[in-house]
């Protein structure tokens, strides 16, 4: 397996990505700022990951959602 330092992804399994995005921002805040049904009606993690799964636009966004995320806290 190829090591990818410089990719904040690698490693991480989109139930992972989901999980810190929800722990630091709350399902409210999230929906927010990605709006998203998955996020705002009746969130919860299985179906969001159902959604993402089958939706690469969706999936883009909570990636990069992610990957700022990542970099603010680190600053």
């Known amino acids: 397996m190829e090591s990818q330092p410089n990719?904040?992804?690698h490693g991480k399994t989109l139930e992972m990505v989901v999980q810190f995005?929800?722990?630091h921002?709350?399902?409210q805040e999230l929906g927010g700022r990605?709006?998203?049904r998955c996020f705002n009606e009746n969130p919860s993690i299985k179906s969001s990951l159902t959604f993402?799964?089958?939706t690469?636009?969706?999936r883009t966004k909570v990636e990069d959602l992610y990957?700022?995320?990542i970099a603010r806290t680190k600053q």
């Open 52 to 54: 993402l799964r089958k």
């Open 7 to 9: 990719n904040p992804l």
């Open 67 to 69: 990957i700022k995320t």
């Open 21 to 23: 995005l929800v722990d």
């Open 34 to 36: 990605i709006n998203i």
């Open 56 to 58: 690469q636009w969706a």
């Open 25 to 27: 921002y709350g399902w």
